[in-house]
């Protein structure tokens, strides 16, 4: 992943810092090819164009100012408005409010979902010491409901017993006063996935959302599907208030766009990301780490 890009990229900018003095000519040149580059990693639109106009003001602002080394400086404002684009800090998932703190977990089928949801809850064990409860609110797919059951086992978390013939919101009730009543820390709901987006998917979310008001809202979306994945994110955070992002199969061969774009067209931050089918295959996402990637 952001192989191609970084390739591009360090190719244009090294032939703007081996040059001595620069004019505001080279860097539109230079821009220009960023510009295509970013457009090409599958980076949306209004994205490209808002990074490379803050990019360019900074820029020539700099070349006006005759600065030393030029090109050196460009490099850095290209980092920089990088670093803005993807979000400042990396952001962890929130779990201050009283327990059992819920998360809802979203997104489409075979984004990942039911796989991260193990995979968060076996690091807020592992790692936050806190007790956590899963639930499937998949009530059409009972084998997804096995299952998150299964993986739960496999990652040592409790799984909600299954009940036949409740719906979303009842196992959602169901999984808070359990939790209660156990003790847990943390009610991860994992909600029914469909392979597209529709309303009926979207009201139940919402209403399993009205019932347990959930502290974090957090979208898994898959990094491969390129700008679909930010489509995706938009509309559910319209729907639904997305707290966080979790972008899926960054260890597959996508040319970044998702990972790019994600923070500057939905301002939600992108939290954790998914590196592997494994349980343990779950990273924080670091912008400036990200950015030093990218730009070599
Ligand atoms: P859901 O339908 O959204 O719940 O998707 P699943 O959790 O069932 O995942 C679908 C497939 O994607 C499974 O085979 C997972 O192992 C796989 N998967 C999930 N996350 C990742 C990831 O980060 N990288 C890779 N390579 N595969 C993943």
Known sequence: ????????????????????ALTEADVTA???????????????LEVVRGFTEKVREKAVGAVVLKSVTPG??????????????????AS????????????LMVGLQG????????????????RDKR????????TRRPAAMEQLAILAKQVEVESLPIVAGQSAVQIARRAMDAARLGGFDVVMLDTAGRITLDEALM?????VKAATNPHE??????????????NTARAFDERLGVTGIVLTRMDGDSRGGAALSMRAVTGKPIKLVGTGEKVDALEEFHPSRVANRILG
């Open 1 to 20: 992943m952001f192989e191609g890009l970084s390739d591009r990229l360090s190719g244009i900018l090294s032939g703007l810092t081996r040059r001595g």
């Open 30 to 44: 230079a821009l220009r090819e960023v510009r295509r580059a970013l457009l090409e990693a599958d980076v949306a």
């Open 72 to 89: 050196q400086m460009v490099v850095k404002i290209v980092n920089d408005e990088l670093v803005a684009m993807l979000g400042s800090d």
């Open 92 to 103: 962890v998932i929130d779990l201050n409010a009283p327990a059992p703190v819920a998360i």
């Open 111 to 126: 984004s990942g979902k039911t796989t991260t949801t193990a995979k968060i809850a076996r690091r807020l064990v592992a």
């Open 131 to 138: 007790r956590v409860l899963l639930a499937s609110l998949d």
């Open 203 to 207: 009201a139940e979310a919402a209403e």
């Open 217 to 230: 809202v957090l979208l898994v979306a898959d990094a491969l599907t390129g700008q679909d994945a930010v």
